[in-house]
């Protein structure tokens, strides 16, 4: 590995032939040889007197005028010395003196937010970088680049005008965010292939959190780091890295907010829970935390938090309409703010409309595909003041191609025999909304239609291919039961800690008949419940924005008697609820990522409103997504919420909220070896102490100059020597 820290190598001067001048220092030696006085001897009667006076003082005499001969001599030698420039070379090829190219990199991720002895990180940073664009000299070019995820470049093309660049140092703004680490430094390395300056420069202004100073992706994205060191290293620029960080810094940090209910009504409680943790040195006693809701403060906890631990605190909430409601859940200031509140949109609904589509639809009771199912769902047993949660409604499946799906937050496909390309594109959509998709099986499916449109070798809606059918449903002489796989899946939350003759109303339901259901290898479908035999049962997988869920059953009792048990209501009613999830999930973003959402086809050209977390207002439009209209929103970095309105012909408002990065939480930093690590084959200078850097920051583009002190030298030289000739006449006349 090569070091971080170069010794002293070589001595330069930038004006090299000006020490020919150096030769000047005989002029005061040719000067005194010059003024020596030949002496005649004249003798007088006092000569005796003043021959004994003159012997006494001799030596003195003597010694005072060598003295002040070697005192104008090394100040002509310090002046011819100051005008070569003299330079001590460290490492790489910067000579001071000559234009330079110098890159200002502040990092502005959230954890340069941390206050301390009055001003914040981020502060201090930009206080250096202005005070090294002031003291660059004349003919300097500076670029500009932020540490970010993702980075900025705020000057790319080296600029010559210092006063420009002092102003875009002073308007950068603090982010939320994190920092993409290898971003960073492709920018830096883009920044300097593009100049045209011999001499180059970057230098760093960070706290060197070590979450910050990471490689993409973890050790994975190594290569990729190294391969971009390397280039920067290969442009020959002299690296500086100034810490701006404290070791040892506690914080604590309200690092998640979720609500247990994948999808709210009103007037249903929803456990909201806050995760706090504190990232040390010392236990927290007494911690207040509060949950907020459209502004309005609620309900509060007191806890104590423990060193390096998560603590989850629990909020009973109602919500009394529907509508788009953002929480907060917040604890008391301390030195770094940004983290100490964190938000989520909760979207909620009227109810949850649910689309059954019977692929056997029979007019008398609990013999059409879909009776149970909808019974399970909407029993129809809630309170007058308490309207059910889902609405169901029922249709043939000759009648999907002619639904408007936009309208339903989940679609249940109960044994339908086989699908046209429309009505599987038009699912597909469905989909990319973040509606939700259930396939049940039965005796109609046509599998190879399923699999050629549907599955589509695992690039289709349905996470497995449809396989045989196991088990004789005539004969019900094979019988199955259900492994509920450790209860892990939020669809059995309800059975998790349940006394036994509970759970076997899951377990010990009979299952004499299936498709045999098959994932791709590699894929991330997750089976949620499966047979005891091994096959999956239930299985659940993300497409578009949306969730699918694929049962190997049927939704009536012609296969299992499970519609008939009383596990049954629960798991549907969850499985509905999950699969209506998707598109509450994409409210709440972490900061700096974009923010997408789709809306129908004819929307595509609609004009939008962007209301940030600071009160600006961002003009958008919708484009044309393939049959989808859809709105993508980057200017995120801001953590709050933020308010989307969109006009005719699809006019809507919604709220989405962007919350920090919880790892920029953790103040633990890096020293030097460990940032040699994470900067592998990089040579730079570690200046670990960033106090007074504001009021010295020339040191960091002057290092190695000696001219300076050299002039500093002439100056205290010339009163030495008008000090020494004073002194030396006046006690010559005594």
Not at 693 to 703: C, E, F, I, T, Y
């Amino acid at each position: 590995m090569i070091p971080a820290f170069t010794p002293i190598l070589a001595l330069g001067f930038a004006n090299a032939g000006l020490l020919y001048g150096l030769a000047a220092a005989a002029i005061p030696i040719l000067i005194h040889l010059l003024n020596r006085r030949k002496r005649r001897e004249v003798r007088w009667a006092a000569m005796r007197f003043l021959a004994a006076a003159l012997a006494k003082n001799q030596r003195r005499i003597r010694v005072e005028q060598w003295l002040l001969l070697a005192i104008r001599c090394l100040l002509v030698l310090m002046v011819v010395a100051a005008m070569a420039k003299p330079f001590l070379e460290s490492f790489g090829n910067v000579i001071p003196g000559r234009r330079t190219h110098r890159v200002l990199v502040v990092d502005a991720s959230m954890s340069m937010a941390a206050k301390g002895a009055g001003a914040t990180r981020f502060e201090r940073a930009k206080a250096v970088a202005a005070q090294l664009v002031k003291d660059s000299r004349r003919g300097d070019a500076i670029s500009l680049v932020t540490m970010g995820d993702p980075p900025r470049v705020v000057v790319g093309d080296p600029s010559p005008n210092l006063e420009e660049v002092r102003r875009e140092v002073g308007e950068l703004a603090q982010g939320a965010g994190g920092v993409d680490l290898e971003a960073t430094l492709e920018a830096v390395d883009r920044v300097l292939e593009a100049s045209t300056i011999a001499q180059k420069e970057v230098v760093f202004l960070s706290d060197l959190q070590a979450a910050s100073w990471r490689p993409r992706g973890g050790a994975s994205g190594d290569d990729g780091l190294k391969r971009t060191l390397a280039k920067i290293e290969a442009r020959g620029p002299r690296t500086t890295i100034i810490d701006l960080g404290r070791a040892g810094a506690g914080n604590r940090a309200v690092v998640g907010l979720s609500a247990g209910t994948p999808v709210a009504t009103p007037g249903a409680t929803v456990i909201v829970t806050a995760l706090v943790k504190n990232f040390g040195p010392a236990p927290a006693q007494g911690v207040r935390v509060r949950l907020t809701t459209d502004g309005r403060l609620g309900p509060e906890q007191v806890v104590d938090l423990p060193v390096g631990e998560e603590v989850p605190v629990a909020f009973n909430q109602q919500f009394p309409a529907p509508g788009d409601h953002v929480l907060e859940a917040s604890i008391e200031e301390d030195s770094l703010p940004p983290d100490d509140r964190r938000l989520l949109v909760a979207p909620v609904r009227e109810a949850v409309r649910v689309l059954l589509v019977d692929g056997d639809f029979k007019p008398d009771s609990f013999q059409a595909e879909t009776d149970f199912l909808a019974a399970a769902l909407s029993p129809g047993e809630a309170p007058a003041d308490q309207p059910d949660p889902v609405r169901v409604e029922v249709v043939p499946e000759s009648r999907l191609a002619r639904r408007d799906l936009a309208a339903y937050d989940v679609v249940a496909l109960c044994n339908v025999a086989q699908f046209s390309p429309v009505e599987v594109q038009a699912l597909e959509n469905f989909l990319e909304q973040g509606g939700g998709v259930v396939v049940f099986g039965g005796d109609q499916v046509s599998a190879e239609n399923y699999n050629r449109l549907l599955h589509a070798d695992g690039k289709g809606i349905l996470p497995a291919a449809v396989g045989e059918v196991v088990g004789d449903p005539a004969k019900k002489d094979a019988t199955f039961r259900f492994d509920p796989k450790g209860f892990r899946h939020p669809i059995l939350a309800a059975f998790r800690n349940q006394p036994d003759p509970v759970v076997a109303g899951l377990t010990q339901a009979r299952v004499w008949t299936y498709h045999k259901l098959a994932t791709p290898e590699g894929s991330a479908a997750v089976v949620a419940l499966a047979f005891d035999d091994g096959d999956p049962a239930v299985i659940e997988a993300a497409r578009g924005r949306g969730r699918v869920f694929q049962v190997a059953l049927p939704a009536d009792s012609a296969w299992s008697n499970w519609p008939a048990h009383r596990s049954f209501p629960p798991v549907m009613h969850d499985l509905i609820m999950e699969a209506a999830s998707g598109r509450q999930a994409e409210r709440t973003i972490r900061v700096g990522r974009p923010f997408d959402q789709t809306f129908p086809g004819p929307a595509a050209g609609a004009d939008a409103t962007v209301q940030t977390p600071g009160g600006g207002s961002v003009a958008a439009k919708l484009k044309a997504d393939g049959a989808l209209a859809r709105l993508h929103f980057e200017q995120t970095d801001a953590a709050g919420a933020y308010q989307v309105k969109v006009g005719p012909p699809a006019p809507s408002e919604l709220t989405f909220a962007a919350n920090p990065d919880p790892a920029e939480s953790d103040p633990a930093k890096l020293d030097r070896p460990g940032l040699s690590e994470r900067l592998p084959g990089l040579r730079f200078v570690l200046l670990e102490d960033g106090r007074g850097l504001s009021q010295d920051a020339a040191s960091v583009g002057r290092r190695g100059e000696l001219h300076r002190p050299l002039l500093y030298g002439v100056l205290a030289m010339l009163m030495i020597e008008s000090f020494a000739a004073w002194r030396f006449g006046r006690a010559g006349s005594r």
